[in-house]
């Protein structure tokens, strides 16, 4: 739908030997916790490990695990989440490639008896990293 | 005894102008705003997942702003598109008490919020809809379900809630007609976004071709067929090289440019009380190339049609070059001058559209013979 808004230009902050960046909802509507299933977050082709990535939204922080049964939560479309894990960058003034991957349910579209769309989006973007 | 012309009331689902929104171009406000100050209505839908911040719970303060906003620009409300979410628990769908609360609170929200409609979705199946109905009545909201692409109005799920409304004979239940569902062509916008994300003209002439051959057989006759063509346009890309934008010629291809004929609505057109104008472009003639504007809203007007069309620009999702605010009025006018020709007209003043909506919803079923 709208994938290459996903990464927000300019959002991408150094925390020590973590990185975090502003994202957005590449959908139309808003989504539950429950539906926001996965990510990748890669800083100049260094992915950070999966079991590092955390998800900030509404001002919680929030394990993929944790976002699984989470339907009080919601991603409005306006708002932007925070995606962080373990993966250094250096606020050096010099640019970085930030690739972010986004899988999402989307709940109205059954697609068989017990299961319904997932989407699997993907935005690259370059920018300079700011220190925390 | 011959049928008395319809009068459709023109409007816009704010669905058309997602990207200026999701931008924060333009906030909810700032978008009522704009659409009055254009004209584009006085018809308003809005989806509430896309424009409510913490939707479906409304509290009525922030319903009487809303509503005071609407009164202030002059517009009137037509649907509120609320979402069956089946599959909110990722490991199981909702059951069916879980389902019927789940739009019980949107419904909710519609009758808070002063919408007399709520588009709701093909997940729900005619027993949901009737289970539905003192939900409906207890708020006065109608619940017009979406007929959209791949679906058709002479599907066999569609004509199982036909049936179904029939029998219940409830006022409150009704169906949205989604124009994409008999579209006539593959738009060429979309094709134009195609050509600058580098496809050839051969493989573009082979879309245009595959597309030309579904529609000449009509809609699929079941899921089956359905998947056979979903994966036709994936098997194309793929032997042109371009496999990446398989799943994009087959989603759209399928999901989106729905090949039913216009008259294929009469199966279901007494129980349609509300439409979405879905289009997806507009041409250098003014013209909307692959949507039947023009036929659609004379079935439309000669089969005495008095409820709201939003017209429900889709070309958004490919077409970053041109502005969504005059796609809607170019598409507008054809609807007017479609209205014209047919021998009637669209209303525009908002008295008279408020007038007109409650009749034309207030009346019992079937309205029209």
């Not at chain 1, 939560?73 to 606020?91: H, N, Q, R």
């Not at chain 2, 808070?112 to 289970?131: C, H, K, N, W, Y």
Request: with cysteine; hydrophobic share 40%.
């Amino acid at each position: 739908m709208i994938p290459d808004r996903i990464i927000e230009q300019g959002t991408l902050t150094a925390h020590g030997s973590r990185s975090s960046v502003e994202v957005r909802i590449p959908w139309y509507r808003a989504l539950p916790g429950s539906c926001i299933a996965g990510a990748k977050l890669s800083i100049d082709g260094i992915p950070a490990a999966p079991e590092t990535l955390r998800w900030e939204m509404n001002g919680t922080e929030f394990t993929f695990e944790e976002l699984r049964d989470n339907t009080a939560e919601w991603w409005f479309p306006l708002d932007s989440a925070v995606l962080s894990g373990e993966v250094p960058v250096a606020a050096d003034g010099g640019d970085h490639t930030v690739d972010v991957d986004l899988t999402l349910y989307i709940p109205y579209i059954v697609i068989s008896d017990n299961e319904v769309l997932h989407i699997e989006e993907h935005d690259t973007k370059t920018m300079k990293a700011v220190n925390a | 005894m011959t049928e008395p012309l319809g009068t459709p009331i023109q409007g816009v689902t704010l669905y058309s102008f997602t990207r200026a929104s999701h931008q924060r171009e333009y906030d909810l406000e700032a978008l009522i705003r704009k659409v009055a100050a254009e004209g584009y209505g006085p018809g308003l839908e809005i989806i509430g997942f896309s424009s409510f911040r913490g939707f479906p719970e409304i509290d009525d303060s922030f319903a009487g702003w809303f509503k005071d906003l609407v009164a202030e620009t002059g517009l009137v409300q037509t649907s509120l598109a609320v979402n069956a979410d089946i599959g909110i628990h990722r490991d199981r769908l909702l059951n069916q008490d879980e389902l019927i609360e789940y739009m019980r609170r949107q419904i909710k929200a519609a009758a808070t919020l002063g919408f007399p409609i709520a588009r709701v979705q093909i997940s729900l199946t005619p027993d949901s809809m009737e289970q539905l109905v003192p939900i409906a009545e207890e708020y006065d909201v109608t619940l017009a379900l979406e007929v959209h692409a791949d679906q058709y109005a002479s599907h066999p799920r569609i004509l199982a809630l036909r049936d179904r409304y029939e029998q219940v004979g409830s006022r409150h239940l009704a169906f949205t007609m989604d124009w994409g569902a008999t579209v006539t062509g593959f738009a060429p916008s979309l094709l134009e976004a195609y050509r600058r994300r580098g496809a050839s003209e051969d493989l573009l002439a082979a879309v245009v071709e595959l597309w030309n051959g579904y529609y000449a057989e009509g809609p699929p006759a079941n899921q089956q067929v359905h998947g056979q063509r979903f994966g036709s346009f994936i098997g194309l890309a793929a032997r042109n090289g371009r496999p990446e934008l398989g799943i994009d010629f087959a989603i759209n291809g399928t999901g989106l440019f729905g090949p039913a004929r216009v008259e294929d609505w009469l199966e279901i057109l007494p129980w349609v009380r509300h439409v979405h104008g879905k289009f997806f472009g507009i041409d250098e003639n003014h013209e909307e190339p692959s949507v039947p504007v023009r036929e659609l809203v004379a079935l439309l007007v000669e089969n005495g049609y008095n409820g709201a069309i939003s017209s429900e620009y889709e070309g958004w999702h490919w077409n970053h070059w041109q502005s969504p605010f005059d796609i809607i009025r170019d598409e507008q006018a054809v609807q007017r001058s479609a209205a014209a020709n047919a021998g009637s007209r669209m209303i525009t003043d908002r008295a008279e559209a408020a007038r007109v909506l409650a009749a034309h919803l207030a009346a019992p079923v079937p309205h029209l013979t």
